[in-house]
Protein backbone atom coordinates (compact mmCIF):
# COMPACT_ATOMS: atom_id res chain seq x y z
CA UNK A 1 0.00 0.00 0.00
CA UNK A 2 2.70 2.26 0.18
CA UNK A 3 5.81 2.72 -2.42
CA UNK A 4 9.31 3.73 -2.22
CA UNK A 5 12.01 4.84 -4.52
CA UNK A 6 14.53 7.09 -4.38
CA UNK A 7 16.36 9.40 -7.36
CA UNK A 8 19.01 12.30 -7.18
CA UNK A 9 19.08 11.70 -3.68
CA UNK A 10 15.16 12.49 -2.74
CA UNK A 11 13.28 9.35 -1.38
CA UNK A 12 9.52 9.13 -2.89
CA UNK A 13 7.19 7.77 -0.51
CA UNK A 14 3.78 7.04 -1.83
CA UNK A 15 0.42 6.55 -0.08
CA UNK A 16 -1.31 3.75 -2.59
CA UNK A 17 -4.16 2.45 -1.51
CA UNK A 18 -6.66 4.91 -3.58
CA UNK A 19 -9.24 2.94 -4.04
CA UNK A 20 -9.94 3.61 -0.33
CA UNK A 21 -8.82 7.58 -1.40
CA UNK A 22 -5.63 6.69 1.08
CA UNK A 23 -7.67 6.42 3.94
CA UNK A 24 -5.69 5.30 7.12
CA UNK A 25 -6.27 2.28 8.90
CA UNK A 26 -3.84 0.47 11.25
CA UNK A 27 -2.07 -1.78 8.86
CA UNK A 28 -1.89 1.38 6.03
CA UNK A 29 -0.08 3.70 9.03
CA UNK A 30 2.42 0.65 10.20
CA UNK A 31 3.37 0.71 6.21
CA UNK A 32 3.88 3.92 6.30
CA UNK A 33 5.56 4.22 9.44
CA UNK A 34 7.94 1.19 8.06
CA UNK A 35 8.58 3.40 4.66
CA UNK A 36 9.62 6.47 6.41
CA UNK A 37 11.91 4.34 8.69
CA UNK A 38 13.45 2.83 5.05
CA UNK A 39 13.80 6.52 3.90
CA UNK A 40 15.19 7.59 7.04
CA UNK A 41 18.03 4.51 6.48
CA UNK A 42 18.44 5.26 2.93
CA UNK A 43 22.02 6.98 2.64
CA UNK A 44 20.83 7.74 -1.46
CA UNK A 45 17.88 10.13 0.56
CA UNK A 46 18.58 13.81 1.80
CA UNK A 47 15.30 14.79 1.42
CA UNK A 48 11.60 13.05 1.21
CA UNK A 49 8.67 13.75 -0.73
CA UNK A 50 5.21 12.34 0.29
CA UNK A 51 2.53 11.92 -2.38
CA UNK A 52 -0.42 9.66 -3.08
CA UNK A 53 -1.31 7.94 -6.23
CA UNK A 54 -5.38 8.21 -6.64
CA UNK A 55 -8.07 11.15 -6.95
CA UNK A 56 -6.88 12.55 -2.96
CA UNK A 57 -3.92 12.68 -1.67
CA UNK A 58 -5.46 11.28 1.75
CA UNK A 59 -9.01 11.16 3.04
CA UNK A 60 -8.30 10.94 6.80
CA UNK A 61 -8.84 8.03 8.92
CA UNK A 62 -10.80 4.74 7.13
CA UNK A 63 -14.75 5.34 8.73
CA UNK A 64 -15.42 1.53 8.30
CA UNK A 65 -12.23 0.55 10.65
CA UNK A 66 -13.17 3.11 12.94
CA UNK A 67 -16.16 2.25 13.53
CA UNK A 68 -14.80 -1.22 14.09
CA UNK A 69 -13.04 -0.54 16.89
CA UNK A 70 -16.11 1.23 18.78
CA UNK A 71 -15.96 -2.57 21.12
CA UNK A 72 -12.45 -2.12 21.69
CA UNK A 73 -11.54 -1.15 25.41
CA UNK A 74 -10.23 2.13 26.58
CA UNK A 75 -6.41 0.44 26.43
CA UNK A 76 -6.95 -1.25 23.11
CA UNK A 77 -8.24 2.13 21.61
CA UNK A 78 -5.36 4.38 23.52
CA UNK A 79 -2.76 1.53 21.84
CA UNK A 80 -4.40 2.43 18.14
CA UNK A 81 -4.01 6.28 18.81
CA UNK A 82 -0.44 6.03 19.63
CA UNK A 83 0.29 3.81 16.68
CA UNK A 84 -0.77 6.76 14.50
CA UNK A 85 0.05 9.34 17.10
CA UNK A 86 4.00 8.23 16.48
CA UNK A 87 3.78 8.19 12.90
CA UNK A 88 3.17 12.21 13.01
CA UNK A 89 5.81 12.62 15.56
CA UNK A 90 8.35 10.64 13.03
CA UNK A 91 7.53 13.00 10.48
CA UNK A 92 7.90 15.98 12.64
CA UNK A 93 10.96 14.42 14.25
CA UNK A 94 12.54 13.48 11.00
CA UNK A 95 16.19 14.25 10.74
CA UNK A 96 15.38 15.09 7.18
CA UNK A 97 13.44 17.46 5.20
CA UNK A 98 9.83 16.14 4.24
CA UNK A 99 7.74 17.64 1.51
CA UNK A 100 4.28 16.97 0.20
CA UNK A 101 3.07 16.97 -3.07
CA UNK A 102 -0.86 17.35 -2.12
CA UNK A 103 -3.01 16.54 -5.14
CA UNK A 104 -6.90 16.02 -4.40
CA UNK A 105 -8.41 16.32 -0.98
CA UNK A 106 -6.19 16.38 2.23
CA UNK A 107 -8.72 15.68 4.80
CA UNK A 108 -8.94 15.41 8.36
CA UNK A 109 -5.97 12.79 9.14
CA UNK A 110 -4.64 13.90 5.59
CA UNK A 111 -4.58 17.55 6.38
CA UNK A 112 -2.51 16.17 8.99
CA UNK A 113 -0.16 14.50 7.01
CA UNK A 114 0.53 17.75 4.99
CA UNK A 115 0.53 20.08 8.03
CA UNK A 116 3.35 17.90 9.74
CA UNK A 117 5.51 18.11 6.79
CA UNK A 118 8.62 20.98 6.65
CA UNK A 119 7.09 22.04 3.01
CA UNK A 120 3.91 21.20 1.24
CA UNK A 121 2.98 22.26 -2.47
CA UNK A 122 -0.73 21.99 -3.41
CA UNK A 123 -2.62 21.73 -6.86
CA UNK A 124 -4.95 24.55 -7.17
CA UNK A 125 -8.07 22.07 -7.26
CA UNK A 126 -6.92 20.82 -3.74
CA UNK A 127 -9.16 20.95 -0.96
CA UNK A 128 -8.28 20.96 3.03
CA UNK A 129 -10.33 20.13 5.84
CA UNK A 130 -10.11 18.96 9.61
CA UNK A 131 -13.81 17.63 9.61
CA UNK A 132 -13.52 15.44 12.99
CA UNK A 133 -16.36 17.59 14.50
CA UNK A 134 -18.95 17.09 11.96
CA UNK A 135 -18.91 12.95 12.91
CA UNK A 136 -18.89 13.48 16.21
CA UNK A 137 -15.37 12.75 16.66
CA UNK A 138 -12.14 14.91 17.55
CA UNK A 139 -8.68 16.41 15.55
CA UNK A 140 -6.87 14.81 18.53
CA UNK A 141 -3.75 14.30 17.28
CA UNK A 142 -3.28 16.47 14.16
CA UNK A 143 -4.50 19.52 16.23
CA UNK A 144 -0.67 19.63 18.16
CA UNK A 145 1.14 20.36 15.22
CA UNK A 146 -1.20 22.46 13.48
CA UNK A 147 -1.70 25.00 16.37
CA UNK A 148 2.27 25.20 16.38
CA UNK A 149 2.34 25.57 12.47
CA UNK A 150 0.12 28.26 12.13
CA UNK A 151 -1.36 29.55 15.52
CA UNK A 152 -4.57 29.24 17.96
CA UNK A 153 -6.75 31.51 16.30
CA UNK A 154 -6.49 30.34 12.54
CA UNK A 155 -6.49 26.90 14.35
CA UNK A 156 -9.63 27.16 16.09
CA UNK A 157 -11.63 28.29 13.20
CA UNK A 158 -10.19 25.22 11.10
CA UNK A 159 -10.65 23.15 13.88
CA UNK A 160 -13.97 24.30 14.93
CA UNK A 161 -15.84 24.24 11.89
CA UNK A 162 -14.64 21.62 10.25
CA UNK A 163 -15.28 23.49 7.11
CA UNK A 164 -13.47 22.48 3.52
CA UNK A 165 -11.12 25.09 2.12
CA UNK A 166 -9.48 25.55 -0.75
CA UNK A 167 -5.61 25.29 -1.32
CA UNK A 168 -5.55 29.28 -1.83
CA UNK A 169 -7.46 28.98 1.53
CA UNK A 170 -4.57 27.42 2.80
CA UNK A 171 -1.83 28.94 1.55
CA UNK A 172 -3.40 32.26 3.54
CA UNK A 173 -3.56 30.43 6.93
CA UNK A 174 0.18 29.52 6.51
CA UNK A 175 -0.91 25.36 6.19
CA UNK A 176 0.86 25.22 2.96
CA UNK A 177 3.66 26.78 0.80
CA UNK A 178 3.12 26.66 -2.65
CA UNK A 179 -0.05 26.03 -5.44
CA UNK A 180 1.52 24.56 -8.72
CA UNK A 181 -0.87 23.62 -11.69
CA UNK A 182 -1.41 19.79 -11.86
CA UNK A 183 0.22 19.28 -14.97
CA UNK A 184 3.36 21.32 -13.31
CA UNK A 185 3.21 20.56 -9.45
CA UNK A 186 5.51 16.79 -9.86
CA UNK A 187 8.09 18.55 -11.52
CA UNK A 188 7.90 21.53 -9.38
CA UNK A 189 8.31 19.28 -6.41
CA UNK A 190 11.38 17.47 -8.00
CA UNK A 191 13.28 20.90 -9.12
CA UNK A 192 12.31 22.08 -5.59
CA UNK A 193 14.08 18.78 -3.77
CA UNK A 194 16.98 18.63 -5.92
CA UNK A 195 17.61 22.46 -5.53
CA UNK A 196 17.59 22.22 -1.57
CA UNK A 197 20.19 18.69 -2.04
CA UNK A 198 22.54 20.69 -3.72
CA UNK A 199 22.40 23.85 -1.70
CA UNK A 200 22.19 22.69 1.57
CA UNK A 201 23.91 20.49 3.86
CA UNK A 202 22.30 17.53 5.46
CA UNK A 203 23.95 18.52 9.38
CA UNK A 204 22.31 21.98 9.14
CA UNK A 205 18.94 20.69 8.33
CA UNK A 206 18.83 18.29 10.64
CA UNK A 207 20.05 20.45 13.29
CA UNK A 208 17.46 23.25 12.28
CA UNK A 209 14.36 20.98 12.26
CA UNK A 210 15.96 19.52 15.90
CA UNK A 211 15.63 23.28 17.38
CA UNK A 212 12.22 24.12 15.73
CA UNK A 213 10.62 21.23 17.52
CA UNK A 214 13.01 22.15 20.65
CA UNK A 215 12.97 25.69 20.97
CA UNK A 216 9.18 26.42 21.24
CA UNK A 217 8.17 24.60 24.85
CA UNK A 218 11.32 26.60 26.91
CA UNK A 219 11.36 29.70 28.33
CA UNK A 220 13.06 32.80 26.84
CA UNK A 221 16.37 31.86 28.55
CA UNK A 222 16.01 28.48 28.10
CA UNK A 223 15.56 28.92 24.53
CA UNK A 224 18.89 31.55 24.13
CA UNK A 225 21.16 29.26 26.05
CA UNK A 226 20.08 25.94 24.37
CA UNK A 227 20.50 28.01 20.66
CA UNK A 228 24.00 29.25 22.33
CA UNK A 229 25.37 25.49 22.92
CA UNK A 230 23.83 24.65 19.55
CA UNK A 231 25.71 27.54 17.81
CA UNK A 232 28.90 26.63 19.38
CA UNK A 233 28.47 23.03 18.13
CA UNK A 234 27.80 23.96 14.79
CA UNK A 235 31.26 25.89 14.65
CA UNK A 236 33.08 22.53 14.95
CA UNK A 237 31.01 20.64 12.07
CA UNK A 238 33.07 19.53 9.36
CA UNK A 239 29.61 21.23 7.25
CA UNK A 240 30.66 24.42 8.37
CA UNK A 241 33.79 24.35 8.13
CA UNK A 242 33.41 23.18 4.71
CA UNK A 243 30.95 25.84 4.45
CA UNK A 244 32.75 28.99 5.40
CA UNK A 245 36.37 28.14 3.46
CA UNK A 246 34.29 27.55 0.38
CA UNK A 247 32.77 30.70 0.99
CA UNK A 248 35.95 32.72 1.74
CA UNK A 249 37.61 31.20 -1.05
CA UNK A 250 35.19 32.13 -3.45
CA UNK A 251 34.60 28.51 -4.44
CA UNK A 252 31.52 26.61 -5.79
CA UNK A 253 30.12 24.67 -3.29
CA UNK A 254 27.41 21.38 -4.39
CA UNK A 255 26.34 19.37 -1.06
Keep these: MVLYHSENRVGYITLNHPEKRNAM ?17 DDN ?32 NLHDSQHLME ?10 VVIAQVEGPAMAG ?14 PESTFAYTEVKIGFI ?21 LTGDVFSAEMAQNYGLI ?30 TVKEMIAGVQDKSLDEALQY ?5 ADARATHDCKRGIAAF ?5 LTW
Design 110 to 123: GCGLATVCDFSFAT
Design 227 to 231: AAQMN
Design 177 to 206: NYIKPAEAIAGEVKAFAERLCKTTSAQSLK
Design 248 to 252: LNKEK
Design 139 to 159: PAIVMVFLIRKIGEGKAREIL
Design 87 to 96: LFKMIHLSKK
Design 45 to 76: CKLIVLKASGDAFCAGADLGYLQSLQNNSYSE
Design 25 to 41: NAAFVGEIKETFKQAEA
